[in-house]
């Protein structure tokens, strides 16, 4: 039996608080932990069929007409299989959800870099020296790949203008009005996105690195020209994601069409490289930002125009100012986003989407007119807090950014900060504390879970995946509070698209959205013990293996000759109708900045974060020690590099392309404060995965400026720039 | 990687032979498996001397003399480097990551590649890669690259940290060339500039085999080297200076001083360390050493900003020096 | 070509293609996948493995090199996969996804021995003084090692938390 929830209106209950077993909401081991300490863990590239074939995708070294024009001499190499250059190939990884294929074919390429044919092997080093071997000629005319070479869109539901922007601007007392550029960013995540294809003249099996099963399954079924059904996919482990295995990738169906063709096994793994090219990218972006306030620091006007890039024929654009909608009170607005179409390699979604890098530039002006206002930052956010919605003038379902704010400055010790820059000097290094805020949009998508419970324990099953965010850990949790079983009497399988379709791991959704099918799936198999007992099942307790109605007390083994299968759904309702619902936080950082050589060191990093329940603290601590950290990239080290002549990426390594290594990341402090948001669902839990990113850099961008006098305003601020600053600032 | 003959070399004459008949050498092998993994190089035969007796550190004429087989992370280990010359000590530990550093060799690191990420890519020009085939870089993205000793045929910039310190120690390389001799070349003519032929990094002979690294007597004097990079560590230099300074009362008695993140090769130039011998450190001089090591600077797009950092560099290295 | 390897105290005799990696030899030969392949370019410190005791980057190696050698990967640190450190691993969340995990655990095994044998780092202030095991130490030799799920403040706590305890260097040479 399943129970069907629809989010329509707010859970006052709160169940969670008043389950017995003290396992839900509290720090507890992951599971699949020790599978990955012992390298037990199994990823996409990680099984061994009988008869298995490497594949190695080919780039396109220009943009235009493909030419393979020694096909066949590769094809009789000793080895070679294959030189595959089929039309059904994809030009890029698929947006996230979108259910389908992407733009496929080979014969054309329309950014450098882009997979233009598979070369399938008996080994890999076979293809891999076959894949170099094969002498691809682009006959075609450069493409603008600059944003500045074309006349940017601008689509009509991406613009806002509220009240009179224009003169309010003009006559406000204190304007700041400035730009900020962010530049383009990978995901980057370890594992190298790979895919193990298997054909039985039938099915097609294949295991991948890929975040949302369901839609990843429809969109290689019609990728390959298969129906739906006949796709098995594969996910238990995956190495991380952070949006950029959102959408079935090139590996995945360059590996389905080789089986297919081939008959036999095949595993395509993207080199490092592939990696940084033919998945997606975040856009790099330009985003004017104005600010009307009054003297006092309360805003009537704000501005956020921002521009991005993306491929021709992609439907997703960077939505920088998603955050900007609601973060802030103000009469007055200006939002519009352009998007300049050019032959870069494609953008997509990168950990949160429009507010990582549109709440972090945000959050830079903000400090800008904390400066020129001379309001403290923090009393400057809680002046500008809003009562409702300040667009559709909905109520919050839950706001708790003041608690964040206080509760966060009050742990940092912000109090005892100086208000004027370049205060504090330790031999070379001017040390100073920035903060920002944080918003994120919350949502829940459509998941299914089931749960089997027998004497011997329960199993939870959903083709969600586990992508380092801890659902295997959390699933375990609530199943294992609601049926009253120990931890270990829980198996939690995922990544499997035979189980019931979960909603995939994508933007902070999973907790709140496949974690609550499996809370209904429980609820369902209480409500079945509960009529076993003759009861209600509001007053069965379930602890310990055992179950507990009034004055009745039962083992469930007793109860349980047979298996009980409980079924959970949740789909969004009309909740996001009647109310706004998004997370909130702070981010408070401490740098000190050589004034020798523009170095920057964050020196400690406190984040606070409302995102309703927290399931279990300790795998929330490491998602957003993963988000801050991630904004110390945003603000220090991460840029992709774009050619200015062909768009090609010219740092596509983890050598060129700066990642935070262990020493750029200090101890940091995470403090989640108390909410409970009845509108998210049965749990009242929120997304986190994404929140510890947006504003993350702003806050150290900030420090900077507070350490220094010197204000950057062209991410990320490496040595060379910071210098800059400050002799521009005049020191 | 292209098919290749693998042979363990028992003895140095094997590896000379084939090194002679166009074949290359492995040690460390973390540059050169890098750069075969993507066809940048494709020797078809690659001589394995990582087991050659060539691993010693040992006293030399009051200096030291280096195996070409120590790896980085023992020749930053030992207790002589650590105590006498501090500078390579830091350098090498400045460099890569301690994984790199297990396998990385003294030789193998002389030796190694430019970072260049037009020469990593085989899809665009390199001359230095494809002799004749144009310059990508110039007109592109430069960020790791050089502004002194650069030529209209490449801007390459050698990467090691290692052989900026060697460069301000004075140290030799020796060579074992193909007929048995060996000699000691200065590492001032071990690197060439790269000219109309970048392709020719050294001065090696084909068959001459590097079989150590010898240190001069340590001359005291305050060593230091600082290294500034895009993150704070496991990064290439944007700029690095190495020093050994001998001051009194603020007067500087001898100095010599050598340039990562900058050169074609490390760099050092002993016209500004002739012009400050003798004289007091203050901002004048610090701004006329600057500006006679950077006189020749070509400053493309994106590397303007390496000047200030090497003026910001020599200023506080000087003026630590002879506090 | 035959080389012999000793991997996690097991001889195995094989016939390699010269091309093999060291990791791709352990991964795909001999089935131990437990060592990553994050870049195969030594640029993340994924394919971490012990090589006669010292961590090396298996990717940047030629298995046909090591004919003869000890090699340690994760899967030898210890008998049951729950050493000291394996299990402070899990304790303190040194992980998320899981696939930098076994390159951090040899890193961190080899890390604790070089300070054991008073090697410096770059951030030591001191070259010739004895070595302490701060967080500063510890973050600078860890740095070969990306994590890009971040998750160095418990990767960092998780070592510490065992070089406490001192009992890492014996798990390790079981």
Known sequence: MTLDLKLDTPFEDHRADQLPQGILGHEQDRPDGWLKVAGRATYAAETDPDGLLHGVLVRAPATGTVMLSNLAEVEAMPGVRKVMSHPKMIRNAAQGTANKAPVQGVDHADYVGQPIALVVAETFETATHAAHALIVSVDGVVKPATPDEVTPEQPDDKQTILGDPDITFADADVLIDETYTTPAMVSAAMEPHAATADWDGDTLTLRGALQMLKFNKNELADSVGLPSEKVRLLAPYVGGGFGSKLGISADCVAAALAAMELGQPVRVVQHRRQVFEVNTRRSETRQHIRLAASKDGKLVGLGHEALVSQLPEEDFSEPVIQGSHFAYAAANRKLGLEIARIHRPAAGSVRAPGESVGVTAFEIAMDELAVATGVDPVELRLKNIPDKDPESGKPFSSHRLESALKQGAEAFGWGSRPDKPRQHRDGEWWTGTGMSAAFRVNMVIEAEARIVLSESGATVQSDMTDIGTGSYAIFQQIAAELLGQPMDQVTVELGDTRFPPGSGSGGSFGAASTGTAVWLAAMEIRQQIADRLGCAEGDLTLQDGIATCGNTRTSLGDLLSDEITGHGHVEPGDAFEKVRQATFGAHFAEVAVSDVTGEVRVRRMLGSFACGRILNPRTARSQCHGGMTWGIGMALTEELTHDRRDGHIVNRDLAGYHVPVNADVPDLEVLFVDERDDWAGPMQAKGIGELGICGAGAAIINAIHHATGARIRDLPATPDKVIAAMTKAGY | ?323 | MNTNLTVNGRPHALDLDTRVTLLDALRDQLKLTGSKKGCDHGQCGACTVLVNGQRINACLSLAVMHDGDEITTVEGLSSDGRSPLQAAFVRHDGMQCGYCTPGQLCSATAVLDEIARGWPSHVSADLEGPVELTREELAERMSGNICRCSCYPGISKAILSVAEDGTVHREAAE
């Open chain 2, 1 to 323: 990687m292209k098919p290749f003959d693998y042979t363990r070399a028992d003895d140095l004459q094997t590896a000379q032979r084939a090194l002679h008949e166009g074949g290359t050498v492995i040690a460390g092998g973390t540059n050169l498996i890098d750069l075969m993994k993507l066809e940048v190089m494709t020797p078809g035969a690659v001589v394995d001397i990582s087991r050659l007796d060539l691993n010693d550190i040992r006293d030399h004429d009051g200096g030291l003399y280096i195996g070409a087989m120590v790896t980085n992370s023992d020749l930053a280990a030992d207790l002589r480097v650590r105590r006498d010359y501090p500078v390579l000590s830091r350098a090498l530990l400045a460099g890569a990551s301690g994984q790199l550093r297990n396998k990385a060799t003294t030789g193998g690191n002389l030796l190694q590649r430019t970072r260049c990420p037009y020469f990593y890519d085989r899809d665009t020009s390199c001359n230095k890669r494809t002799p004749g085939s144009g310059c990508a870089a110039i007109g592109g993205e430069l960020r790791n690259h050089a502004i002194l000793g650069t030529s209209d045929d490449c801007v390459a910039l050698h990467p090691s940290d290692m052989a900026v310190a060697l460069r301000v120690l004075d140290a030799q390389v020796e060579i074992e060339s193909l007929d048995g001799t060996r000699h000691l070349r200065p590492l001032d003519d071990f690197y060439r500039l790269p000219g109309t032929t970048p392709h020719i990094e050294t001065s090696l002979e084909p068959g001459d085999i590097i079989t150590a690294v010898v240190l001069p007597k340590p001359t005291g004097g305050q060593q230091s080297y600082r290294k500034i990079r895009d993150r704070a560590s496991y990064a290439f230099a944007l700029v690095s200076i190495a020093s050994v300074i001998n001051a009194r009362d603020g007067k500087i008695e001898n100095i010599a001083l050598a340039f990562g993140g900058i050169g074609a090769r490390p760099w050092r130039d002993t016209r500004v360390e002739d012009m400050m011998r003798g004289q007091t450190v203050d901002d004048q001089l610090i701004q006329k050493a600057g500006d006679l090591l950077l006189s020749d600077a070509r400053l493309l797009e994106g590397l303007e900003f390496k000047a200030d950092l090497v003026h910001r560099l020599l200023s506080s290295t000087l003026t630590e020096a002879v506090q």
